[in-house]
């Protein structure tokens, strides 16, 4: 099975007009490829609605169940949005910017395994962490602690903060170093295989070059899963 994730992010998007492009340029949907569209909270009902051949996920969640926590939204509200949830971000670096430390996504993937939604961890290094040689351990951490209480992800993103939205992405040779890491983190942990995703500047021009790394089973896609045409192409050449 592959992946092709369009993180929305906080964009605002004409969810009609997405949805009439993306069908106009992607016409045969595959039962290999799972196309996952991740809007912010108050557009889940509407993709739900609109996207019935698309699977849909959320872009961050609650580490708490319910009660007093002043504008988050729990996982059980999330599925309330949308019955067809199936996937939610947790760890991205721009929600581990604003403070989602490795206990935090932690939690919120409890939150999320207890409602049955489905966590895609992501996992990346900043810049100076790569110039100063320390990536591998820098993704043994966050790896370590995310697993810890034998807790297990259904999808990992390899997303190098450096690579996204740059219009820059990750050369083939740092990414098949990073999925070794991981690769190599999940063997000693004896996990099942969880499929690796790799997630930063994809687009319509790079995205063959990036799928045909042996082990990656999909993408992330940012500012490229903006358009619906642009995310048909990267679709169409999947
Ligand atoms: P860009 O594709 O805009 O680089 O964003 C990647 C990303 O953060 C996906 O989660």
Redesign the pocket.
């Known amino acids: 099975m592959k992946y092709l994730?369009a993180?929305w992010?906080m964009n605002s998007i004409d969810i009609q007009k997405w949805k009439n492009e993306f069908e106009d340029h992607y016409k045969e949907f595959k039962d290999s490829i799972e196309i996952i569209v991740?809007p912010n909270f108050i557009d889940l009902s509407e993709c739900s609605e609109k996207f019935p051949n698309l699977i849909i996920g959320a872009q961050d969640v609650s580490s708490h169940s319910e009660g007093s926590f002043t504008g988050q939204i729990s996982a059980k509200q999330l599925l309330g949005a949308s019955e067809r949830l199936k996937y939610c971000?947790v760890g991205?670096?721009?929600a581990r910017s604003k403070g989602d430390n490795n206990l935090l996504v932690r939690e919120k993937s409890e939150q999320l395994r207890n409602n049955n939604i489905e966590p895609i961890l992501?996992i990346g290094e900043n810049i100076e962490v790569l110039r100063k040689g320390k990536r591998d351990s820098f993704l043994l951490e966050q790896l370590n602690f995310y697993f810890e209480t034998g807790l297990y992800p259904k999808l990992i993103?390899y997303?190098p903060i450096w690579?996204?939205?740059?219009?820059q992405?990750a050369d083939q040779k740092n990414i098949i170093e990073a999925f070794e890491i991981i690769s190599n983190f999940l063997e000693s942990k004896k996990s099942e295989k969880i499929p690796l995703l790799y997630?930063?500047?994809?687009?319509a021009e790079n995205i063959e070059e990036i799928m045909s790394l042996s082990n990656l089973s999909g993408c992330?896609?940012?500012?490229?899963?903006l358009d619906g045409k642009e995310f048909a192409k990267i679709a169409q050449k999947f």
């Open positions: 994730i993180n992010k991740c971000i991205h670096s721009e992501c993103a997303e690579a996204i939205g740059t219009g992405a997630g930063g500047s994809v687009s992330l896609v940012g500012n490229s899963s």
